[in-house]
């Protein structure tokens, strides 16, 4: 089964600085016949549902601001917030779909403002 | 107006049952894998079951396995999890979710407490 690991645990970010949350999974997740990352980022804020950041590692979903970006290749891949805003607070999740049709979470990462 | 409601959840005693569904609109519900992922307090994400358009595939994660039964009625876009042999441990937030390999459409969630 793939492990997948974030980090840190906890973030705390002063507003209008940078934030960088890592995933790194136990297995490439770098498909060889297409060259795709099975990787997604969801956002979960309290009380609402998580929201889809990116997919195929670097994918922005519709409506993500710009400031959000994703990177990262094989077993090791980033979510940075390039400007921190206060409605960024949440918790960050990555999700490999590799295995699919099964499903793993990273533990997630908790954003916060310093 | 994209839309998927979660119901069902509620209080229960470990070893009872209960079924979640999850009535979607405007995400061509027949058209897509669906999935249901769980949030137990305090804790992260967790994927617990997924079923192909037609119903004929379905795939659980193990701590689920032979306790829970996914299913559609496609006719109605409605999705169902089947939750027998209920456990504490099964404490959670359920979620139903378009899946299109990464989880797009989520419904706000039902909440399921195992207790006695």
């Known amino acids: 089964d793939i492990v997948m690991t974030q980090s840190p645990d906890s973030l705390a970010v002063s507003l209008g600085e940078r934030a960088t949350i890592n995933c790194k999974s136990s297995?490439?997740?770098?498909?060889?016949?297409?060259?795709?990352?099975?990787l997604a980022w969801y956002q979960h804020k309290p009380g609402q549902p998580p929201r889809l950041l990116f997919y195929?590692?670097?994918t922005r979903a519709s409506g993500v601001p710009d400031r959000f970006s994703g990177s990262g290749s094989g077993t090791d891949f980033a979510l940075t917030i390039s400007s921190l805003q206060a409605e960024d607070v949440a918790v960050y999740y990555c999700?490999?779909?590799?295995?699919?049709?099964?499903?793993?979470f990273g533990q997630g990462t908790k954003l916060e403002i310093k | 107006e994209v839309q998927a409601v979660e119901s069902g959840g509620g209080l229960v005693q470990p070893g009872g049952s209960l079924r979640l569904s999850c009535v979607a609109s405007?995400?061509?519900?027949?058209?897509?894998?669906m999935s249901w992922v769980r949030q137990a307090p305090g804790k992260g994400l967790e994927w617990v079951a997924n079923?192909?358009?037609?119903?004929?595939?379905?795939h659980y994660v193990d701590s689920v396995k032979g306790r829970f039964t996914i299913s559609r009625d496609n006719a109605k876009n409605i999705l169902y999890l089947q939750m027998n042999s209920l456990r504490a441990e099964d404490t959670a937030i359920y979620y139903c979710?378009?899946?299109?390999?990464?989880?797009?459409?989520w419904g706000q969630g039902t909440k399921v407490t195992v207790s006695s």
């Open positions: 979710a378009r899946d299109e390999l990464w989880l797009r459409y």
């Open positions: 405007g995400i061509s519900f027949s058209s897509y894998w």
């Open positions: 079923i192909k358009q037609d119903g004929s595939e379905q």
């Open positions: 297995q490439s997740l770098l498909y060889s016949s297409n060259n795709k990352n099975y």
């Open positions: 195929w590692a670097s």
């Open positions: 999700q490999e779909y590799f295995s699919t049709p099964m499903y793993t």
